[in-house]
């Protein structure tokens, strides 16, 4: 099973991955995570990243397909994968099928633009494993530590109120298309993304049919 998490910064795709990376014992491949650990690890990606990221603004399709090329190869991947935050880009969509990967299905967690805020000043994400928690929504058992891994829980820099605004414009701009797309072959899933996290989790599970 082959699938795809869309939606708006903050709707939940990165904590719902991670629930059905358990449920359905497959990986979540997270590019905002990948690209998070090349900058804290220096590497040349890292480097060529960080300026977009801090920014707001979508990091260059080829070295996103770079990453979610060679990482898609990867032995535990052949059982299927779930794409969090990629593909943002209709050419990234069309790179994806040039690379051979077919989609089963596309999750669109839909929330409106006036709730964002609130789940973004209030997550918190885990430096080490890229886990993503809420302040009151999804707190964490000990304040400041990551359930999963133990690794110190921070701020991302790009959740700053200003940068969120540009995020929410890129989407909307550049993202929100791949909804047409998908849907125009038939893969597109849209589920309410403004429901507990479970309830949202359930949604998914039986848009899936899993
Ligand atoms: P969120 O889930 O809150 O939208 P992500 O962690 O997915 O945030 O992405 C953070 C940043 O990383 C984006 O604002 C963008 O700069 C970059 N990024 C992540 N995935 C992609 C992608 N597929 N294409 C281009 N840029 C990306
Ligand atoms: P995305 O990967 O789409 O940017 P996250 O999964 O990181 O989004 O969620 C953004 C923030 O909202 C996090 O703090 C997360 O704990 C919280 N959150 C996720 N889903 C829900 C939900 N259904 N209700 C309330 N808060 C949520
Ligand atoms: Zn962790």
Do not use: W
């Amino acid at each position: 099973m082959n699938l795809i998490l869309l939606g708006a910064p903050g709707a939940g795709k990165g904590t719902q991955a991670e629930l059905l990376t358990k449920e359905l014992g497959i990986p979540a491949i997270s590019t905002g995570n990948m690209l998070r650990e090349a900058i804290h690890n220096g590497t040349e990606t890292g480097l060529k990243a960080k300026r977009y990221m801090d920014q707001g603004l979508l990091v260059p399709d080829d070295v996103i397909m770079g990453i979610v090329g060679d990482r898609v190869a990867q032995p535990d991947c052949q059982k299927g994968f779930i794409l969090d935050g990629v593909p943002r880009t209709v050419a990234q969509a069309e790179a994806l099928a040039a690379l051979g990967i077919r989609i089963d299905h596309v999750v669109s967690i839909e929330l409106q633009d006036a709730v964002i805020e609130a789940r973004m000043t209030g997550r918190r994400v885990c430096g080490h494993c890229g886990a993503s928690y809420h302040l009151t929504a999804n707190p964490p058992k000990a304040e400041g530590v990551c359930d999963d891994c133990g690794g110190a829980l921070t701020i991302r820099p790009d959740d700053a109120p200003e940068t969120v605004r540009k995020r929410l414009t890129v989407y909307h701009g550049q993202t929100e298309a791949l909804k047409d797309y998908y849907a125009q072959v038939g893969k597109l899933r849209l589920i309410e993304g403004n429901q507990p996290i479970e309830m949202v989790h359930r949604a998914i599970l039986q848009a899936i049919e899993a």
